[in-house]
């Protein structure tokens, strides 16, 4: 059936449909221009409310009505910066990456040792990983997704390729000086770093409920910690019974 004139046809997962690229858009009265003080404080307002709705309700459950009674601006000014609830949700995969890799970035790692710049480093990712469980649960929703989302996103894959660089980097320096083995690959390390650490959110309530512990007092989280650590070192280090004895 045909929309009613004068309503547009809703886009995928009932959001407005988005004009063709390179197609001119005339904003709309309400509406800033896109890249004014104004407009740029308003979308990252929407993006954060967003953040929240679709960790907690996913892609499929989050409800654009919510996102925008929850903020200062209409539903129309959503569609109008976003274009549909599927490039909300996109912008917000966006935003949770570039936060994390820009957090990491400005560790300062190279005035550090090898060891203890790869400790500093995956230690960072479990309190990361600790303090964003929005984070944690977009990752898993995406993931239920098939990574269709991310997919779409040159943004993304070029900020973790950024991290992937970095932690290279550290390593090839450790391998110099003779502290870590050669034959490492970044990748896997960089997976194996991320695998330990989101675990402790992703798996934490399950986890606890099945063996009967509470993994989520301080004291538990300060030993995962310090495992975590002392796992991915003693797989990277040369002679790892040198610094653990």
């Known amino acids: 059936m045909s929309p009613p004139p004068g309503r547009p046809k809703e886009g995928p997962l009932g959001g ?17 221009a896109a890249r004014s003080p ?3 404080a308003t979308q990252r307002n929407i993006i954060e409310v967003a953040t929240r709705e679709f960790a907690q309700n996913g892609l499929s459950g989050a409800r654009v009505d919510e996102i925008a009674a929850k903020t200062a601006c209409s539903k129309r000014m959503i569609y109008y910066y976003f274009g549909d609830k599927e490039g909300l949700y996109l912008k917000v995969l966006e935003e949770a990456y570039r936060r994390v890799r820009h957090v990491e970035s400005a560790l300062d790692l190279n005035h550090l040792e090898p060891p203890d710049a ?6 960072f990712t479990f309190d990361h990983h600790h303090a964003n469980h929005d984070f944690i649960r977009l990752v898993m ?17 070029e900020l973790n390729v950024g991290a992937i660089d970095v932690l290279q980097r550290l390593y090839q320096r450790g391998v110099r ?8 690959k970044a990748l896997e390390l960089h997976w194996e770093i991320s695998a330990l650490c989101f675990f402790n959110v992703s798996n934490r309530a399950t ?26 070192l003693r797989f990277v280090l040369t002679n790892p019974d040198q610094r653990f004895h």
Do not use: M, W
Not at 16 to 32: C, E, H
Not at 118 to 123: F, I, R, T
Not at 208 to 231: H, K, M, P
């Open 16 to 32: 407005k449909p988005r004009s063709p690229r390179g197609a001119s858009a005339t904003p709309l009265p309400d509406v800033p």
């Open 38 to 40: 104004d407009a740029q």
């Open 118 to 123: 790869l400790k500093a480093l995956v230690e």
């Open 141 to 157: 929703i995406e993931n239920i997704h098939h990574g269709e989302y991310l997919q779409r996103s040159g943004v993304i894959q």
């Open 177 to 184: 000086d003779g502290s870590f083995r050669s034959g490492l």
């Open 207 to 232: 986890f606890s409920s099945i063996f009967c512990c509470d993994l989520s007092s301080s004291q538990a989280l300060a030993r995962l910690r310090r495992n975590v650590g002392e796992t991915i």
